[in-house]
């Protein structure tokens, strides 16, 4: 008689782990923070304010959930690029509520899109 090995358990996405703490933005067309707490958020943007809100991930794609900040995108959700790697997140939203994710990283330059890099904060 065969014996039956238990359901592996759901592979943990190492992404949801490796993202979380504070960051701070240091390229693109404004400088933010960001802190990350489990699957919620909180970035302040310079210039445009506080968001918070929660987030799930998926390979390549990061959908926020906008619960506080301006008026205007509360309640939104924005489809995001991200990327982790090296201790470097690269993050680009959509515009909030279009449903659309970007279809690639814009250069950080480039004033028509949030492209921003983020680096750990030094200690």
Known sequence: MAVLAPPAEPAVRPDQELIQGAWVSVAGPRGARLLVAGSRFTIELDGDGIYTGTFDL???GM????????ARHVGSVVRCLYQLEGGVLRWCPGRPGSGERPAAFPDVDDARHLSLVFRRPRQ
């Open 58 to 60: 998926a390979p390549g």
């Open 63 to 70: 959908d926020i959930r906008i619960e506080a900040g301006p």
